[in-house]
């Protein structure tokens, strides 16, 4: 596609139900990463895959939080039971080549504002 | 761990002057990347510049360009002739380039809390 894209781009949910978020990169775009963003901050990094492979899930708060990329086009941020503190949005990048701590451009995507009641 | 600190939370500039946005970072790295993203209303993150440490001149593109100042840990985002579309958040931006060193988290990049900018007509 032109751009990176998210879905849902607005999620409201009830305390302790789990919620799915799915980032579609650019098309040819081998790296893909998620970042959390709450309001009146910048971004923060979550995790990150190169292809289908999760590089580095250090970001992650919690056992609660997944994610998952398994043909390395598509990912999926999981977050299970879910708790009024992960109200945020959820912003995801894509970047054309897997070059560890690169220069490479990172391309975000419109997010999803996640609202958990 | 890097920590990046944009002091300024709002800044405020007359349509067509200039402002600088400042931007500090702590980092024991020699070799890094630097970023400047806007987000406007529509929060989207968009890429305005970016600049490489071991590059010693200061990147611009048309009215944007950075003031790096390796020793002191600094990079200024100068936007000269101010345009109403200016207006946004302007977040900073540091990426390792060995993440060896640099823990989890090395390939993502660590924002600054982010400065408001508005446009004065």
């Known amino acids: 596609g032109a751009g990176v894209s998210q879905s849902p781009r607005y999620k409201v949910t009830k305390r302790g139900q789990d919620v799915a978020l799915r980032c579609d990169p650019i098309?040819?775009?081998?790296?893909l990463y998620w970042y959390r963003q709450a309001l009146g901050q910048g971004p923060e990094f979550l995790t990150y895959f190169n292809y289908e492979a999760q590089q580095d899930k250090s970001g992650l708060p919690n056992d609660r939080f997944s994610a998952e990329r398994p043909e390395g086009s598509i990912s999926t941020l999981t977050i299970q039971r879910t708790e009024q503190r992960d109200s945020a949005m959820y912003r995801c990048a894509s970047s054309l080549v897997p070059q560890r701590g690169g220069p490479d451009t990172q391309y975000f995507g419109p997010g999803t504002r996640l609202t958990v009641l | 761990a890097q920590t990046v600190t944009q002091s300024q939370p709002e800044m405020s500039v007359q349509e067509a002057e200039t402002v600088t946005l400042s931007c500090t970072y702590d980092?024991?790295?020699?070799?890094?990347?630097l970023f400047w993203y806007k987000q406007p209303p529509s929060r989207q993150m968009i890429l305005v510049i970016r600049?490489?440490?071991?590059?010693?001149q200061n990147a611009t593109e048309n009215r944007f360009s950075v003031n790096f100042q390796k020793a002191a840990k600094s990079f200024s985002l100068k936007i000269s002739d101010s345009q109403l579309g200016d207006a946004a958040m302007y977040f900073c931006?540091?990426?390792?380039?060995?993440?060896?060193?640099?823990?989890?988290?090395?390939?993502?990049?660590?924002f600054g809390k982010g400065t408001h900018l508005i446009i004065q007509p």
């Open positions: 600049q490489e440490a071991y590059k010693q």
């Open positions: 098309s040819g775009h081998v790296s």
């Open positions: 931006a540091y990426r390792s380039v060995n993440s060896m060193y640099s823990g989890g988290g090395a390939d993502g990049l660590t």
């Open positions: 980092t024991s790295e020699s070799d890094y990347y």
